[in-house]
């Protein structure tokens, strides 16, 4: 993909078809999140519902858990990293910016504060400088 590239829709009833999609994108990715949560629950109460330290796993437990642990980070990252939210302030009902060197989605106003932020001249400091690169 290009290193900036925006998409906008203008008419109202692709508007709402897109945040549709977006939505139930993002239920689907919450739907998975929560059966992985589930199933660290079972490994994590005993059946009298007492909860169990991670000292206590057996090795194959340990290695269950962080797998599952490992799949909803990966399930997290992808949700805020995709075009259904901007990675600033969250928000999956506007039109988006793609930003390469973050491989991240801003919405068009976050974009567009980064952009103000990034042109401004009294920005100092190596990453502060190479962060503001992406935006200009």
């Known amino acids: 993909m290009k290193d900036k590239r925006a998409i906008i829709i203008k008419d109202s009833k692709l508007q709402r078809i897109r945040n549709n999609f977006r939505s139930l994108?993002?239920?689907?990715?919450?739907d998975r999140w929560n059966r992985l949560f589930d199933e660290m629950g079972k490994l994590r109460y005993t059946q009298e519902?007492?909860?169990r330290p991670i000292s206590?796993?057996?090795?194959?437990?340990l290695v269950k858990?962080?797998?599952l642990q490992?799949?909803?980070n990966e399930l997290t990252g992808l949700l805020n990293r995709s075009i259904c939210s901007c990675i600033v302030c969250g928000k999956g009902e506007r039109d988006m910016v793609y930003n390469k060197p973050y491989n991240s989605w801003y919405c068009t106003?976050?974009?567009?504060?980064?952009?103000?932020?990034?042109?401004?001249?009294h920005r100092k400091g190596r990453y502060i400088e190479d962060h503001s690169k992406t935006f200009t």
């Open 25 to 30: 994108f993002a239920s689907a990715v919450n």
């Open 49 to 51: 519902g007492v909860r």
């Open 56 to 61: 206590k796993f057996s090795a194959d437990e």
């Open 65 to 67: 858990f962080r797998d």
């Open 70 to 72: 490992k799949n909803q």
């Open 109 to 121: 106003e976050c974009y567009g504060m980064e952009r103000r932020r990034a042109l401004s001249k």
